[in-house]
């Protein structure tokens, strides 16, 4: 049980394009899901906790409005990164709180790893 | 900024034992001590957790002093298959996780 998977696996864009990550709670519903960034030999950072039906919260210097983030149902949260640029280029990783559990517990998804040309 | 302090690798013949430590001597009374661990290019995967009793669990052990400043995780029979960064993590129930630089556990034949 607790399995959280993310979609696509791996993405290559062209710059100035958007690209959308899906994150998803397989078998538990996730009132509270989390996204982090990693650049390579670096740990992860987190960038927001998304909350269902309502808006995410952001940590700071992370950009609302370039990483757009949508928890619309209890099993889904999707991160959209707009007009990427090869800065992006990175590692993005979700994970997820069963709805009991609070913030107790989160399980991980694969990550998805984002290439910008 | 992270609560820990971990040495930021360590090496480990296979079969023997892994003890890696963790430093976090500002624990508060209602945080909790967490290790995750993230095998290259994956999500990181939970290992064990506690307050203030020992813990075992079928993939380690976690070993936290009496005035919970410092803790061990031990991995009892390490295999290649261990290698990868190792998280400790402290935080209240409610907090959010949030990661350190971690050690990089290197398991050699």
């Known amino acids: 049980g607790a399995v959280v998977s993310q979609h696509p696996s791996w993405v290559i864009c062209k710059s100035g394009t958007s690209v959308k990550i899906e994150c998803r709670s397989l078998?538990?519903?996730?009132?509270?899901m989390f996204w982090y960034r990693q650049f390579p030999k670096q740990s992860l950072m987190l960038m927001a906790t998304?909350?269902?039906?309502?808006?995410?919260?952001?940590e700071q210097g992370v950009e609302k409005d370039k990483f757009l983030i949508n928890h619309a149902s209890l099993t889904l949260s999707t991160l959209t990164v707009t007009s990427a640029h090869p800065e992006d280029s990175s590692f993005y990783i979700c994970?997820?709180?069963?709805?009991?559990?609070?913030?107790?517990?989160?399980?991980f998804g694969p990550g998805t790893r984002l290439t910008v040309l | 900024d992270a609560k820990t302090t971990q040495p930021p690798s360590m090496d480990c013949a296979e079969g023997r034992a892994a003890n890696l430590p963790c430093n976090h001597s500002t624990i508060s009374g209602n945080e909790y001590v967490y290790w995750y661990r993230q095998i290259h290019s994956q999500g990181p995967q939970y290992i064990i957790h506690g307050l203030k009793n020992n813990e075992t669990n079928e993939m380690a052990s976690l070993i936290i002093t009496e005035d919970r400043k410092s803790s061990t995780l031990i991995l009892p029979h390490a295999t290649l298959r261990d290698t990868a960064v190792y998280y400790c993590i402290v935080r209240a129930p409610t907090d959010k996780l949030i990661f350190g630089t971690g050690t990089r556990l290197q398991v050699f034949p």
């Open positions: 078998d538990f519903q996730a009132t509270t």
């Open positions: 994970s997820a709180s069963p709805r009991t559990s609070g913030y107790n517990e989160q399980f």
């Open positions: 998304s909350n269902e039906g309502s808006k995410a919260t952001y």
